[in-house]
């Protein structure tokens, strides 16, 4: 790893992190919620300013941070207290920090949309002699479904395609008003050891990007359509991996921790950089905001000490009329802590051998 990619591997990871404490910290200001500290990084305070009635810390290692609010992991009975606000404003609080993420992730992709270009699941021209051609699609056809699976984008159609292993599919296409059906089988691309339909892919230029005569440039209504079904892509992708890793489909091997991030975001920028400065920029941007939305989802998992774990305890507060009592919340989130603090151990002892 060269001291490049860790200096951006820190700026994407910072970013993330404090767009989503900046959420809890905003819908908790919101709340009337009484912040004691807001801190980025962890470990060892390197600088700290006391505000108002929070402090704002800088610590030693850049691998996360932290918004700590007034009574969320004990009683307190200050009425600006987390734990003595209604069970709506908790949840607002707790599920603002993935909020956050989501947005920082569709700004990102729209950057990446309005300045690149990007693909459509739109037929430019079919392969002679492949699946596509004996199926009669033809130039300017646009799929809207494989196996009853909506295509929005062409993410959604490279995704589909990446889990077929040669199995007839049925695809539904559009021409002009016009809706088909036909089945069809992939073939085996041996250049990139995937299965195929036959047909180049439609490229739009970005509404910002430099005009190129050969694209057609996009408008802006369609760039915010596509930004934000390239948010919904990737968060459906982070959960259907998460599906997949407890049916044993994956295994915790294939998960990726900081140390991996890291190496990719390396890989990716000597890639890149090779080519232009834009395209590195553009490249660790779509990075950035794939990690966003990762992060927002992951969050609101339902397990101990996560977002999606405390606001359990508040939806089940909700139903049953009565809080938890608040220091065996906290012990249950403490465990919950350890053990994740365990995983990430594994995670990060698989991306090393992976290195070596």
Same mark, same amino acid.
């Given at each position: 790893m060269s001291i490049g990619s860790i200096a951006i591997a820190v700026i994407v990871f910072g970013l993330i992190v404090v767009i989503h404490e900046l959420g809890h910290f905003m819908a908790a200001k919101k709340s009337g919620v009484t912040v004691e500290e807001f801190a980025i990084g962890m470990g060892p305070v390197i600088w700290k300013k006391r505000g108002k009635e929070t402090v704002y810390s800088l610590r030693l290692l850049p691998i996360g941070g932290f918004c700590k609010m007034l009574g969320e992991d004990a009683e307190c009975k200050d009425d600006h207290a987390f734990n003595n606000k209604k069970v709506s404003s908790r949840a607002f609080i707790l599920t603002a920090g993935a909020g956050m993420n989501? +947005?920082? &992730?569709? &700004?990102?992709?729209?950057?990446?949309?309005?300045?690149?270009?990007?693909?459509?699941?739109? +037929?430019? &021209?079919?392969?002679?002699?492949?699946?596509a051609e004996m199926a009669g699609l033809a130039e300017g056809d646009t799929i809207v479904k494989i196996n009853n699976t909506t295509i929005n984008i062409y993410e959604d159609l490279a995704f589909e395609m990446d889990g077929n292993r040669g199995e007839p599919i049925t695809v539904e296409y559009m021409r002009g008003k016009e809706r088909f059906f036909t089945v069809l089988s992939p073939f085996l691309d041996e250049a990139s050891n995937g299965y195929k339909i036959g047909f180049n892919t439609t490229l739009k230029n970005g509404m910002l990007a430099k005009a190129d005569p050969e694209y057609e440039k996009a408008g802006l209504l369609e760039s915010l359509e596509k930004s934000f079904y390239l948010i919904l892509f990737y968060i459906k992708a982070t959960i259907l991996s998460i599906v997949r890793l407890f049916t044993s489909q994956l295994s915790i091997s294939d998960l990726s921790g900081p140390i991996g991030i890291v190496t990719t975001i390396g890989e990716v920028y000597t890639e890149t950089i090779s080519v232009n400065l834009k395209a590195t920029i553009l490249s660790m941007i779509n990075l950035c905001g794939i990690l966003s939305a990762n992060l927002g989802v992951i969050n609101l998992l339902p397990l101990p000490a996560l977002d999606g774990g405390r606001l359990v305890f508040v939806m089940f507060e909700a139903i049953r009329k009565k809080p938890f009592p608040a220091e065996k919340e906290g012990m249950v989130h403490f465990i919950g802590f350890v053990l994740l603090m365990a995983l990430a151990v594994f995670i990060a002892y698989s991306d090393i051998k992976k290195m070596l």
């Open positions: 989501f +947005v920082l &992730a569709y &700004a990102l992709f729209l950057v990446i949309v309005l300045f690149g270009f990007f693909r459509l699941p739109q +037929v430019k &021209a079919v392969i002679p002699g492949s699946p």
